[in-house]
T-cell receptor, first 116, second 113 residues
Framework: AQKITQTQPGMFVQEKEAVTLDCTYD???????LFWYKQPSSGEMIFLIY??????QNATEGRYSLNFQKARKSANLVISASQLGDSAMYFC?????????????FGKGTRLHILP | DVKVTQSSRYLVKRTGEKVFLECVQD?????MFWYRQDPGLGLRLIYF???????EKGDIPEGYSVSREKKERFSLILESASTNQTSMYLC????????????FGPGTRLTVL
């Protein structure tokens, strides 16, 4: 079974609109962390935001916020006031802290296109 | 700033060749990782290492091996390259027991003819 599911392979959004990228996860580990990365066409992976499973508040970083719904095992990324430079591939990822392997598992990604 | 470098951005090899992909990080991170990225499949973990001379298989280790002789360097080896190993290879590093993100290298796009 997939640990990280991103159900939107691609999205088209008008510039300046808000965007929500979906991510659901599956774990039995009570302690875990959730990450979002951006990968522009140049290929580098850029860290955007992190949410710990015990964090009381949703994480925010500038225009990025993480809508964390623990009971639903959902960690959607919200980008406010989208810009043309937001066009990229976005990956959701999870790390299980009790897992001996201590590795980060990635979803398959969502390609976001911002339209002028 | 953390820096993760990879020896090549683009590489073209022939089937059957032995291929070395090198990764170096300059922040004294314990953990290092090799992923391959393919369209529609996301990032898949090949091998990782949490200390010098230590290695662990990831999700798709077949056809690959790794070497970590020094803390800062983690090499991915394709013993006999095949066309289905044509892919983007990403190296990453992270501090041990850190809640922070992994830092990625720029990637190596390998084509096996």
């Amino acid at each position: 079974a997939q640990k990280i599911t991103q159900t939107q392979p691609g999205m088209f959004v008008q510039e300046k609109e808000a965007v929500t990228l979906d991510c659901t996860y599956d774990t039995s580990d009570p302690s875990y962390g959730l990450f979002w990365y951006k990968q522009p066409s140049s290929g580098e992976m850029i860290f955007l935001i992190y949410q710990g499973s015990y964090d009381q508040q949703n994480a925010t970083e500038g225009r990025y916020s993480l809508n964390f719904q623990k009971a639903r095992k959902s960690a959607n990324l919200v980008i406010s006031a989208s810009q043309l430079g937001d066009s990229a591939m976005y990956f959701c990822a999870m790390r299980e802290f009790m897992n001996r392997d201590d590795k980060i598992i990635f979803g398959k990604g969502t390609r976001l296109h911002i339209l002028p | 700033d953390v820096k993760v470098t990879q020896s090549s951005r683009y590489l073209v090899k022939r089937t059957g060749e032995k291929v070395f992909l090198e990764c170096v990080q300059d922040m004294d991170h314990e953990n290092m990782f090799w992923y391959r990225q393919d369209p529609g499949l996301g990032l898949r973990l090949i091998y990782f290492s949490y200390d010098v001379k230590m290695k662990e298989k990831g999700d798709i280790p077949e056809g690959y091996s790794v070497s970590r002789e020094k803390k800062e360097r983690f090499s991915l080896i394709l013993e006999s390259a095949s066309t289905n190993q044509t892919s983007m290879y990403l190296c990453a590093s992270r501090e041990l027991a850190s809640n922070n993100e992994q830092f990625f290298g720029p990637g190596t796009r390998l084509t096996v003819l």
